[in-house]
């Protein structure tokens, strides 16, 4: 860092500072100065890139309308995504951890077919630009065909696997030849 200062009747001056902490340039830092006290604000928290997408239990379908949101440790909503085709949600996280959480009635893939959400919170964490979450697989044959779960590939790239076809009862009756019922 590079601070250009003057010191006038025992305050120090400069035509570059910030009022406060908050007015700080966060791109490129600053100085916020009071009376004697120079306070140089100019590191950065390093953030990494972080990606989700949704499909559904097998991993192979990829599922439209899902409202996927991040909170961060404190239960602070840091960013909600609806799943689309060939879109992903791309995130830029400090190190921490953090809850992702689903909800979504009408989720579909690209052949109209619906899925039933299976409800669930998954918890991971970020450290160093990696991404590790209790119980993820890194395959998608893995992951609980009944429960669901999550796959983490490249170190960064989470996938939510929890949405599954729902099953419908069919009745099935035999008939003769006539349409009359046959016992």
Known sequence: SYVEFNVS???????????????????????????NEMTICDALVP???????????????????????????????????????????????????YTLTETGDNVHDDKGNQYKVITSEIKFTVKDGVVTSTGSKTQYKDVDQKN????????????ICDAIVPKSEITINKVDITGEKIA
């Open 47 to 97: 953030k990494y890139p972080v990606v989700i997408n949704k499909r559904d239990v097998t991993g192979e379908e990829e599922l439209t309308d899902a409202t996927l949101t991040v909170y961060d440790k404190n239960g602070v909503k840091v960013a909600d995504w609806v799943s689309k085709p060939n879109e992903t949600m791309q995130l830029s996280l400090e190190d921490g951890t």
């Open 9 to 35: 009747n025992g305050q120090v001056t400069s035509t570059t500072a910030a009022a406060d902490v908050q007015h700080v340039d966060q791109a490129n830092g600053g100085v916020v100065i009071s009376t």
């Open 148 to 159: 669901g779960g999550v796959v983490i590939k490249n170190n960064n790239e989470l996938t």
